[in-house]
Structure formats: C-alpha cells, structure tokens
C-alpha cells in the first residue's frame, strides 16, 4: 500500500521525467507479479536513456511486440500504476509510451 503523503512527495520526480522524451537501452517482461500488478501481467518494463543522460525504468504500455527493441524512441506519461487501493487512492506515476 501506497499513502497519499508518498505519492505527494514523488510529484517532483514524477514532473521532472513527464514528457520527456528518450530511448530505450534495455527491457524485460514480467510474467510473475506483486499482488498489486497481477491485473497487467505480463507487462514489458524497460530502461530508458534521455538525452541528458538520465535513466529512469518503468512499463512500456500502448505498445506492439515490435516496440520492444534497444533504441526504440519513447516519452513519459502519467498513467495508474497500481489497482485503487482500499482507502480509494488512485495512484499515478510515469510510464513509457512508443513514439510512431
């Protein structure tokens, strides 16, 4: 379980990637979960390199099998990262989406 005063305090870090735009370096897909992904499996998760040089790892989502490649261009966007938990906290984070 996530408390809202964490998901507050990620909000800098969560701005900072938002948007931005990068490749991925590597990726993996998941196929055993923690309880709270077990409605996305299985799910690809990749490394991304933007062009500062920062890395950041997350879901790839909105994707095809032929996304999942080294170099493949992608930008950051905010989408639910977890199942509503029971105080009905919907929590948001960054995710990768493929650039046509």
């Given at each position: 379980?996530?408390?809202?005063?964490?998901?507050?305090?990620?909000?800098?870090?969560?701005?900072?990637i938002?948007?931005?735009?990068?490749k991925?370096?590597?990726?993996?897909?998941?196929h055993?979960?923690?309880?709270?992904?077990?409605?996305?499996v299985?799910?690809?998760?990749?490394?991304?390199?933007?062009?500062?040089?920062?890395?950041?790892?997350?879901?790839?989502?909105?994707s095809?099998?032929?996304?999942?490649?080294?170099?493949?261009?992608?930008?950051?966007?905010?989408?639910?990262?977890?199942e509503?938990?029971?105080?009905g906290?919907?929590?948001?984070?960054?995710?990768?989406?493929?650039?046509?």
């Open positions: 379980m996530i408390s809202p005063v964490k998901i507050w305090r990620r909000q800098k870090e969560i701005r900072e938002l948007g931005k735009k990068g991925i370096l590597t990726w993996t897909k998941i055993v979960a923690a309880a709270d992904f077990k409605s996305q299985p799910y690809p998760v990749v490394l991304v390199e933007f062009s500062d040089g920062k890395k950041a790892l997350g879901q790839l989502v909105d095809e099998s032929q996304d999942l490649k080294m170099g493949k261009k992608v930008v950051a966007i905010l989408r639910r990262i977890r509503v938990d029971e105080e906290v919907i929590p948001y984070g960054i995710k990768f989406k493929p650039i046509p």
